[in-house]
């Protein structure tokens, strides 16, 4: 059996990536290396950094959300070289955040590093935040609420 190409690796991931939303963490979990240098920069804050950690931010991430529904990727550029490859996208998605009685609606920019491992295409680094539309020159300096 071949390994699947990056453009399949993407397509799994576009999968997996809305189960966050619905609360399961398990699918984008099979992506990810187990290698000590993974990284995972979520809306929520901080950065994880090993499989441990990555693993526990996923499952607090999951833990967030309920009744997601993708509504689409915007793929903005991606690039392969021979064992890494990039893809930065802004995903839109719908969701109950943290117990809200309604769905809101999200766009996240994000960015994602995969590395081939034993000819299979890894995810090593996941940066997402809500700075998908431009802004402010104050928004720089004022403190998170």
Avoid: C
């Avoid at 526990?56 to 967030?64: F, G, K, N, W």
């Avoid at 809200?100 to 590093?113: K, M, Q, Y």
């Amino acid at each position: 059996m071949l390994a699947p190409s990056f453009q399949e690796e993407v397509d799994r991931y576009h999968q997996a990536v809305p189960e966050i939303t619905r609360g399961n963490p398990a699918p984008i979990k099979e992506l990810y290396s187990r290698l000590d240098d993974v990284t995972l920069a979520n809306p929520f804050g901080g950065i994880a950094r090993g499989w441990a950690q990555v693993e526990a931010r996923l499952d607090q991430a999951a833990r967030q959300f309920r009744d997601g529904e993708m509504l689409g990727f915007d793929t903005v550029t991606s690039y392969t070289a021979r064992d890494t490859a990039y893809l930065v996208e802004t995903e839109h998605f719908r969701a109950r955040l943290d117990g809200a009685a309604t769905t809101e609606e999200f766009a996240l920019r994000v960015s994602s590093i995969f590395r081939r491992e034993e000819g299979y295409w890894k995810l090593v680094h996941r940066h997402a935040d809500p700075a998908a539309r431009p802004q402010s020159r104050r928004s720089l300096t004022q403190p998170p609420a």
